[in-house]
């Protein structure tokens, strides 16, 4: 079935680089978001990336997308403490007609100053 | 980026009690949806709502659960009689014609007691 998996957590120190990964199962999705929550907030958009495309650059931003692993990841370049939220990887397949969405559990990222 | 809107935003109410949850898109958009987000848990799908009507729904949106836009404004998700397990924070989703990207509401927080 379709499934997408994170890991929980994630710590880093102000300025270095994070990475976000995320795994997903359904080889139909035809695009893959990134989603930022941050505490009592809804759900931002960050960037998103079509199934044809292995990168994606949007400022500090850069999603690698590894289609054949299933593999998707989100780098934040020169982290800070405001980026310090719960990150959301999510699919939608192409078999749903609807473009619904399938999350991921979310990774909640800390940045230590 | 589309702005959407959603009231209350928190809801306490009482076990087997009716709620309604409202979604108010700031433009036209054609595609709505409703996900929920059980404290701690993924954000899940409930319901995919198209042209008035319903178009996917998950196995969480029994017959409890009901969609409708009655003014062709507002977009709402009624539970007849609520369970303690409906605690969640409800999220509104909307999507442009000729997109696939969803934009997020800011939730409501339902509390049953």
């Known amino acids: 079935g379709e499934d997408v998996e994170q890991s929980l957590f994630l710590s880093v120190r102000e300025g270095d680089s994070s990475v976000i990964n995320c795994t997903y199962t359904?080889?139909?999705?035809?695009?893959l978001y990134w989603y930022k929550q941050e505490p009592g907030a809804g759900l931002q958009l960050l960037t998103y990336?079509?199934?044809?495309?292995d990168m994606k650059q949007d400022q500090r931003l850069t999603v690698l997308l590894n289609k054949k692993d299933k593999h998707l990841s989100l780098r934040i370049a020169d982290t800070q403490t405001g980026d310090s939220a719960i990150y959301f990887c999510a699919e939608s397949p192409t078999t749903s007609g609807t473009y619904k969405y399938i999350f991921g559990t979310g990774t909640r990222l800390k940045v230590l100053a | 980026e589309p702005e959407v809107t959603q009231t209350p935003s928190h809801q306490v109410t009482q076990m087997g009690q009716e709620v309604i949850l409202r979604c108010v898109p700031i433009?036209?958009?054609?595609?709505f949806y409703w996900y929920r987000q059980i404290l701690g848990q993924k954000v899940e799908f409930l319901v995919s709502f198209y042209n008035n009507e319903i178009s996917e729904k998950s196995e969480i949106f029994d017959d409890q659960f009901s969609v409708e836009r009655p003014d062709g404004s507002n977009f709402t998700l009624k539970i007849r009689s609520t369970k303690l397990e409906d605690s969640a924070m409800y999220f509104c989703?909307?999507?442009?014609?000729?997109?696939?990207?969803?934009?997020f509401g800011p939730g409501t927080r339902l509390t049953v007691t």
């Open positions: 989703a909307i999507r442009e014609r000729g997109q696939y990207e969803q934009y």
């Open positions: 433009s036209n958009h054609l595609y």
């Open positions: 990336i079509f199934s044809n495309m």
């Open positions: 359904d080889s139909s999705s035809t695009y």
